[in-house]
C-alpha cells in the first residue's frame, strides 16, 4: 500500500466500483490489508535483523508495484514460478529507467530511513507476551471488520 501499489486497487476497484453500497467494503479492505500487514511488521521487527527485513521488504514491495502497475499483472504462485524461470537476458530487457526511479524512490529511500531511524534494540524491546497481546488484539479488530461483511 506505501509503495503505490496502483494496479491492485485498480483490480479492487474494477470488481467493486467506488459507490456508497461498496463504501464499507472497500474501506474495510484498506483496514484490513493495512493491520495484517502490521502484523506482519510487528513479528518481522524482532531483535537486530528487524530493520533489514522492514528495508528489505520495502523493496521488494516497490518492485513488485511498478511490475504489477506496468504490466498489469497480480503476483501470485504462477508469477513467482515464472520469476524464478526468468533468464538473465529477459530480466535485462525489463530494466528501465523508470523502474530503477521508482524503486529507489519508493523502495531504497524508505528503506534507507528506516534502518538509519530503527530504535535500538533496548528501546524497541516487546516482549513475547506483549506481542502476542498486540496480535490477538488486532486479529480481533480484522475479524470484526470482517463479520459484519460477509
Excluded at 34 to 47: D, P, Y
Excluded at 93 to 100: D, K, T, V
Excluded at 127 to 133: M, Q, T, V
Aim: charge should be positive.
Amino acid at each position: 500500500m506505501l509503495t503505490a501499489n496502483l494496479a491492485l486497487a485498480q483490480h479492487i476497484l474494477a470488481i467493486y466500483p467506488l459507490n456508497p453500497h461498496n463504501a464499507l467494503f472497500l474501506a474495510s479492505l484498506a483496514l484490513f490489508f493495512s493491520l495484517a500487514t502490521f502484523l506482519l511488521f510487528l513479528w518481522m521487527s524482532v531483535g537486530k535483523t528487524g530493520k533489514w527485513l522492514v528495508g528489505l521488504w520495502l523493496v521488494i514491495g516497490a518492485a513488485a508495484a511498478y511490475f504489477m502497475d506496468n504490466f498489469g499483472v497480480l503476483i501470485d504462485t504462477v508469477m513467482l514460478e515464472n520469476i524464478a524461470q526468468t533468464s538473465a537476458k529477459e530480466t535485462a530487457g525489463l530494466i528501465s529507467i523508470s523502474m530503477m526511479l521508482r524503486i529507489f524512490l519508493l523502495g531504497m529511500i524508505p528503506a534507507y530511513l528506516v534502518i538509519r531511524c530503527w530504535p535500538s534494540v533496548k528501546q524497541n524491546r516487546l516482549n513475547l507476551a506483549s506481542r502476542a497481546k498486540i496480535t490477538a488484539l488486532v486479529i480481533l479488530i480484522m475479524v470484526g471488520i470482517v463479520w459484519p461483511l460477509s
